[in-house]
């Protein structure tokens, strides 16, 4: 198997996309596009050259700001209140059930950390937030160091520091 990353586009097989998530599906075959035509997010397909008729998985993200207030205090305080805190929201992450166990979430995650960080360096922006939809999500997001909002147990954030720390040590996309 030999993994790419792309931007979204027409051409890619959106539509036998399955990942068991009927909302994630209809995300990628119908949406996503649209919301990028309008610039509201940015989708990146995970590609397998061995396999050109399956989309192996997506990300998508887009900006985002939230009130100092939502965040614990350790970090808040670091910002005027007054402003929101910039951010990029992680707005789906999905791997088609065919790639099951092989790691792909992680592989997605790990790519929409680095895009993030690498926007980080051209605009501000202070932290990653997702929302987790099953309780599965918000421990995988867990794992990889995401942290949980105080009033919000499904809502994960975590700062761009911190994904730079968890890429520190990734040289390069692994070869699964």
């Known amino acids: 198997m030999h993994f790419a990353f ?4 027409r ?3 959106r539509d036998n996309f399955q990942c068991g998530e009927a909302e994630l599906e209809r995300w990628i075959k119908e949406k996503a596009l ?3 035509k309008k610039g509201l997010s940015r989708t990146f397909a995970l590609l397998d050259d061995e396999h050109p008729e399956v989309m192996v998985g997506f990300y998508s993200l887009s900006a985002d700001s939230l009130s100092p207030s939502v965040f614990p205090d350790q970090f ?3 910002y005027p209140s007054q402003y929101p805190i910039p951010a990029i929201r992680l707005v789906r992450l999905a791997r088609h059930n065919e790639y099951k166990g092989k790691r792909i979430g992680g592989l997605l995650l790990i790519d929409a950390l680095k895009c993030s960080v690498d926007s980080s360096k051209k605009i501000g922006v202070a932290v990653i937030v997702v929302d987790a939809k099953t309780f599965t999500a918000k421990n995988f997001y867990q794992r990889y160091g995401f942290r949980i909002f105080p009033d919000n147990s499904m809502m994960l954030w975590m700062r761009i520091k911190d994904a730079e720390l968890t890429l520190a040590p990734i040289t390069e996309t692994p070869a699964l």
């Open 76 to 78: 808040s305080h670091q």
């Open 6 to 9: 792309a931007p979204l586009c």
């Open 11 to 13: 051409k890619q097989p």
């Open 34 to 36: 649209q919301q990028q």
